[in-house]
């Protein structure tokens, strides 16, 4: 399995010409399948690809992993370059996505709206565990049995009677199976990576999870350089991810700087970061 990073904030340093933007998008070869795990913001991901020899127009699928405009909105620029691969996605939240800090800072960050109904030929809705492609699978029903990232306080849905608290519903699970595993992609990770290593290990015990990867949300908000928790809390974190079955993490765009390095610290070799352009094979 060979995965390329065609957005996430930062570039890769040998990959210069690349544009980053808040935002993720991976693109997957696996067993002759080419799949398109999230789209980034804008079309800069379409734009990435080309220039990195990648032709979108051969992807046989989509997945979103969630209703945020830093996932999905370059799906438009997508559908340009390719004229028949399915979005597979879950249906949208009960109200409008919203950011809210500060008594003051309040933000929509949800997918552009009309998009859902311009494109509907287009996305596939998901209700339940489901195998999209072969070796290829998508989880709704996602465990709570760990703390969900304390970056999630600031995410709200819009409701007619108010704000209320996002309960990502609206979030799933993707993962991979190749003959020596499974790999698992987690988008943001608003439901928690341990909750989407959970799950993806309950539907599939005793099974090897070479990998991870993908946000962990543990930036702090609304500053993008602090942490969301603290170090006792992050060094913990780190500690429970060593005893799961997974060979090695890969993260970035949401993880943030600052708890990644702490995270690095208990995990040394078995995490790493991802930028725009980085190709890891799996």
Not at 21 to 33: K, N
Not at 190 to 219: C, Q
Request: with cysteine; hydrophobic share 35%.
């Amino acid at each position: 399995m060979r995965v390329t990073t065609l957005i996430e904030n930062e570039k890769s340093d040998d990959q210069p010409d690349l544009e980053p933007e808040f935002g993720l998008s991976l693109y997957i070869e696996h067993r002759g399948q080419r799949i398109l795990f999230d789209t980034g913001a804008t079309g800069a991901a379409v734009k990435n690809a080309t220039r990195l020899g990648i032709d979108l127009a051969q992807v046989d699928a989509v997945v979103l992993s969630h209703h945020h405009f830093d996932h999905g909105g370059g799906l438009p620029a997508f559908f340009a370059a390719n004229s028949r691969a399915k979005v597979y996605l879950r249906h949208p939240p009960q109200g409008q996505e919203y950011f809210r800090a500060l008594w003051v800072v309040s933000r929509y960050i949800g997918l552009e709206e009309g998009l859902l109904e311009r494109y509907q030929d287009r996305f596939v809705f998901v209700d339940d565990f489901t195998e999209i492609l072969p070796g290829a699978y998508i989880f709704t029903e996602l465990a709570r049995t760990y703390e969900l990232p304390k970056g999630d306080r600031y995410l709200y849905l819009k409701q007619d009677g108010g704000y209320v608290h996002d309960p990502f519903n609206h979030e799933l699970v993707f993962a991979l199976r190749d003959d020596d595993g499974l790999v698992v992609f987690t988008g943001c990770g608003h439901s928690g990576v341990l909750n989407m290593v959970e799950t993806v290990a309950r539907r599939f015990p005793g099974d090897r999870i070479k990998g991870v990867m993908g946000g962990f949300h543990l930036v702090g908000m609304p500053s993008p350089r602090s942490m969301a928790g603290t170090r006792e809390e992050m060094v913990e974190l780190g500690r429970t991810m060593l005893q799961q079955p997974v060979q090695t993490y890969w993260t970035g765009h949401c993880t943030g700087h600052r708890a990644y390095a702490v995270l690095k610290e208990v995990l040394g070799e078995k995490l790493s970061e991802i930028h725009t352009g980085t190709t890891v094979t799996v």
